[in-house]
């Protein structure tokens, strides 16, 4: 019955069925060893991880037209356009066929979260934000050398300074909802992720 509808149409419905996907964002400063506690996520609790950045880092490998504005952008530390960003999601949670995602990095600012909103139609089921000091998270990120053209300690300075004046205030928006979970990230991987575990079971998400 779908493939008599016109393109366009088809959208609408995906996107309405989208509404009901579970969602969960996920935030913290820059290197507070998210990425490692996203794959363990998906591997514990079958969700689908989206990280905002390496959508927009893809995008500017892919060459797209959008590519040297969004690079630019990143290696200014700043935020790239909500009408990009939320592009990119939409179009990774319509292709997948889970309905449970972890969004990591985003949203970035309330423009990025009413804009997502807009969009999507739901908000996350909780947000879980990884607490850890500005110096550990440095020391992290210029330890990790994955190639990154924003770590170097002048361009995680200014992400740090974006994260606190645009990010935080979604996280304080959220934790008005009671929707937040904090976690201690300063610990070794492990035991961050005995929290983590700690707070999915409490919360509904069964283990796959
Ligand atoms: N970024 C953005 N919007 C997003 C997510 C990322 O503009 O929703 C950009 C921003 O410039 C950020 C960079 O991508 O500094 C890297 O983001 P990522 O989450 O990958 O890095 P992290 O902050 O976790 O080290
Ligand atoms: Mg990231």
Redesign the pocket.
Known sequence: MLQCLSPSRRMVLRISWLGRKLQLYLF????SG??TQCSNIVEHFGFTHL????L??SEIKSGSENGTMIDS??K?????PSEI?VKLLQEAMVKSENDKFLI?????NQE?RLSFENVIKISPEFVLFFDCSEEEMVRR?LGRNQGRA?DNVETIRK?FR??EESSLPVVQYYDSKGKVKKINAAKPILEVFEDVKTIFQSYGPKAA
Not at 51 to 54: H, L
Not at 76 to 80: A, L, S
Not at 104 to 108: A, E, L
Request: with cysteine; hydrophobic share 30%; net charge positive.
């Open positions: 913290c400063g820059p290197g998210k990425g990280s905002a950045g390496e927009l880092r952008i990143i200014e530390g700043k935020i790239v960003t990591d990095g985003f949203p970035r990025n990120l924003d992400r974006v994260f």
